[in-house]
């Protein structure tokens, strides 16, 4: 079972620490959300096996971590200052901004890609979400990158002075592609690999973690030769992320392909597709359960190109003048020079931690006949591995033996110590944050130098040695 809808994972992860709504003492921030002490170590986990998936696993992959402030020429040829653009819509009865290719239509259904939305609001076939109003303005576009200016400028709107927050983390990989080639010795095909933040000016962001202004990409950029099969090659990374996503514990069925239509796709790419999750199963209609997780992109040689100072146009003029370097690449084998075209999977932390908080979630009865919430964390991504209770937290001799055994452990595992609560109550916490093993030091402990492991999932216990703790846990983590 998966969570039955988002709100579900909202109530539990304020409740138990994972994410909270920021800046709440002020009202909150639109939609901005703060990680909390089990939400950053769930972030990082599914960060580190990323990195480890690609970066340490595969030969052909380098790592990298550029600035998110970059010189504002990188956003001119990137194209981002001309494009990245969403089409922003007012309703003049509510005053809501809305993005007028997230509209519905009066029927319900939202706005179909490619559809003619000026020529539907004229004809007041798409209403307000908010309101239901049908007076809404033509849509004109909206430039999603976030503006700042750089020192310590006289005036605001200096020129000179602006600069924006990255909207993706991919430009900082294509103009650093010579510096790694070379000082890696690299030969294509290879990639490079980025984790960090990207800021987007968002119209409606919402969903919780899914849609936000300031969130956390894994993008990656892998370089072949301009002759390859690229469209062929998006399938392939297609195929080894849904694999990917599965070791996270995403259920095949939750997963789902979507072919980006052609006037859906950004000015770089010649093929995209989506990966999209099942984020909304509480829908009725089976079409609008899903989103997207991901984007499998092939980009060209757009950006090298563009980056680059040696292209001219029909004229002969230079078509980059503000650059000074040449970003192709030589091909010792053919002796031949050319930009390398890029296949790009971009996808984003935030929303791969949602995915996997839905996936986790499960109900199961007690004894009792109480529910239960268990988080069927895959054990590598869960933020607690083992907690350490004591079953007595008035006997000294226990609560001693039971922090020892946390202070041993902590080297190898994220283990806690907790005694807050009797002992249902501390199981029932660790199963609903998804801590795969909780150990237990009872009286008996004291005699035989053994302490009982229970599983989260099964709720099984067994007996072992204090001694082989460590490696049993360590094994059965692996599983
Ligand atoms: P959408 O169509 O949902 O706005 P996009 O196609 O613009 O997304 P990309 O530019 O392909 O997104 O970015 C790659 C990934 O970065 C997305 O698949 C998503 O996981 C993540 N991402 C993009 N925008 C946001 C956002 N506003 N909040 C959270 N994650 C985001």
Not at 116 to 140: E, F
Not at 216 to 244: A, C, I, K, S
Not at 347 to 352: L, P
Not at 430 to 452: N, R
């Amino acid at each position: 079972m998966a969570a039955p809808n988002i709100d579900t994972i909202v109530s539990l992860a304020k409740r138990r620490g994972f994410v909270f709504p920021s800046s709440d003492i002020y009202g909150g921030l639109g939609s901005s959300w703060d990680y909390g002490p089990l939400g950053v170590e769930l972030c990082n986990n599914v960060k580190q096996s990323w990195w480890r998936w690609l970066v340490y696993e595969r030969d052909d992959i380098e790592g990298i971590d550029s600035s998110i402030i970059l010189n504002r020429m990188v956003w001119k040829y990137s194209g981002h200052e001309d494009t990245f653009h969403d089409p922003l819509v007012d309703c003049r009865e509510c005053k809501s901004r809305l993005r007028a290719d997230k509209l519905q239509v009066s029927s319900g259904e939202t706005v179909t890609a490619g559809a003619d939305v000026a020529a539907m609001i004229r004809q007041k076939q798409v209403k307000c979400p908010n309101c239901g109003s049908t007076d809404l303005t033509d849509p004109r576009p909206f430039n999603m990158m976030f503006r700042t200016t750089l020192g310590a400028v006289a005036d605001e709107d200096d020129p000179t002075a602006l600069a924006y927050l990255r909207p993706e983390t991919a430009q900082g990989i294509f103009i650093n592609f010579v510096n790694v080639q070379t000082a890696m010795r690299r030969k294509i095909p290879f990639g490079i690999a980025q984790i960090g933040k990207s800021f987007r000016n968002e119209i409606t962001p919402g969903n919780f973690i899914l849609r936000t202004r300031e969130f956390e990409q894994m993008e990656m950029e892998y370089f072949v030769h301009p002759d390859v099969e690229h469209l062929q090659l998006v399938d392939e990374w297609v195929e080894q992320y849904v694999e990917w996503f599965t070791t996270l514990g995403l259920e095949r069925v939750n997963l789902r392909l979507r072919e980006v239509p052609p006037e859906e796709l950004a000015h770089y790419s010649k093929r995209t597709v989506d990966i999209m999750y099942r984020y909304f199963p509480e829908r009725a209609e089976e079409e609008r359960q899903w989103e997207e997780l991901m984007g499998i992109a092939y980009r060209t040689d757009f950006d090298l190109r563009s980056h680059s100072n040696k292209p001219v146009d029909d004229e002969g003029k230079r078509i980059n003048p503000d650059s000074t370097e040449d970003l192709s690449y030589f091909d010792e084998a053919t002796k031949q020079r050319f930009y390398p075209h890029v296949i790009e999977p971009a996808a984003g932390v935030n929303r791969t931690v949602l995915a996997v908080l839905m996936d986790a979630y499960s109900e199961k009865k007690n004894d009792k006949g109480e529910t239960r919430v268990i988080l069927k964390l895959r054990p590598r991504l869960a933020p607690i591995k083992a907690a350490i209770l004591p079953l007595a937290k008035n006997k000294p001799e226990i609560v001693g033996m039971a922090k020892a055994i946390k202070r041993s452990l902590q080297p190898v595992l994220r283990a806690v110590y907790d005694d807050t609560g009797g002992i249902g109550k501390l199981y029932a916490r660790q199963d609903e944050i998804g801590t795969p093993f909780c150990v237990t030091v009872d009286h008996q402990s004291l005699e035989d130098e053994a302490v009982t492991v229970r599983d989260r999932d099964t709720w099984e216990q067994e007996r072992v040695k204090v001694a082989d703790l460590a490696e049993h846990l360590q094994m059965r983590l692996k599983e």
